[in-house]
């Protein structure tokens, strides 16, 4: 047999026989811990929104998924290290779109969102809005609106840091409402909030604000999402104050880092679908004020494109810069 052919005979065979190899190994993953990068200090919404999923994950499948914060950098730091991550089905990033839409416009980044990562799943959009202190005045968004255009520069708002969605949705409130409101960043929504309840700042646009304002510390003026949270049926969105397409969605996801097994991608998107139509799961995303959409890793990755895309432009439009 010549040469050339016997190799070309026994590379076929390799291949033919690594295809079972590769359907077992996505039969039997996950048969150790699965780490799970939050790429933001714990406390925020972030981990707010993973810490139910590594619950249920882990009952799921019988193998603990473990919550690694490595905050910093606007999320930046923890996206680069689950960027270089073993693409071995063990390593995953969990993040709001910021670090994947936002922060790329912003500046330059040491991993490209549609190179560097496969999507897995979207694991929830957070149904949140603007929250004032009390001590500020203004009781209604019209009010606060007022009072921003009256004193330029004289509220603050603190978000989970520069290049975030929370500051996008800031930079977008501004640019649409004509109105200057002090932009402070921190290094994630947990150290805003406990700065925005003694009223050190006036305002914050999270989901671990609404606790608070359930408790009367704060007034929740809008929600940013298509519909009103059912907690809060008599807040009027965005749009129903007159603001279209001033949103700015923010959502979570998973995502692996490329060369991840495609039979493991696969397999952890069809357990993340399963479970987010759950009544179990849905009653947990309520009680965070979160709904989770289902997307198939296509559907998630032309998703980003369009969000990278309104994001890129909102930034252009309304010259928003790193401070």
Not at 47 to 59: H, Q
Not at 273 to 298: C, G, N
């Amino acid at each position: 047999m010549r040469r050339r052919e016997f190799l070309g005979r026994a590379g076929a065979a390799v291949a033919a026989g690594a295809l079972p190899l590769s359907g077992a190994r996505a039969a039997a993953w996950p048969d150790k811990p699965v780490k799970l990068i939050l790429p933001y200090a714990p406390g925020g919404a972030t981990d707010l929104l993973a810490r139910p999923w590594s619950e249920v994950l882990s009952k799921a499948y019988g193998q603990q998924f473990v919550l690694e914060h490595r905050g910093g950098a606007g999320g930046m730091i923890g996206t680069e290290a689950a960027s270089k991550a073993t693409p071995d089905g063990y390593t995953f990033l969990f993040t709001p779109n910021a670090t994947m839409s936002v922060l790329p416009s912003l500046r330059k980044t040491p991993y490209d969102p549609l190179k560097s990562f496969d999507p897995v799943g979207r694991v929830g959009d957070l149904v949140c809005g603007f929250v004032m202190h009390p001590s500020v005045g203004p009781k209604t968004f019209k009010e606060m609106v007022e009072y921003a255009k009256k004193n330029p520069g004289k509220l603050s708002y603190g978000s989970a840091g520069l290049g975030t969605a929370t500051q996008l949705r800031l930079e977008m409130l501004k640019f649409k409402a004509g109105i200057d409101i002090l932009h402070v960043p921190y290094r994630g929504s947990a150290d805003a909030l406990n700065d925005l309840l003694p009223g050190n700042v006036h305002m914050m646009n999270e989901i671990n604000v609404l606790p608070h304002v359930k408790a009367g510390k704060l007034i929740l003026l809008n929600i940013n999402h298509s519909a009103r949270n059912p907690d809060f049926p008599d807040v009027p969105t965005l749009t129903e104050h007159g603001l279209q397409d001033a949103d700015v969605p923010i959502w979570y996801s998973v995502w692996a880092p490329t060369g991840t097994p495609k039979e493991i991608v696969t397999t952890f998107n069809a357990k993340i679908v399963e479970l987010a139509k759950s009544d179990d799961m849905q009653a947990r995303m309520r009680a965070i004020h979160s709904q989770v959409p289902v997307q198939t890793p296509d559907e998630m990755r032309a998703y980003l494109e369009l969000d990278t895309k309104r994001n890129a432009e909102l930034i252009k439009a309304a010259n928003i810069k790193l401070e």
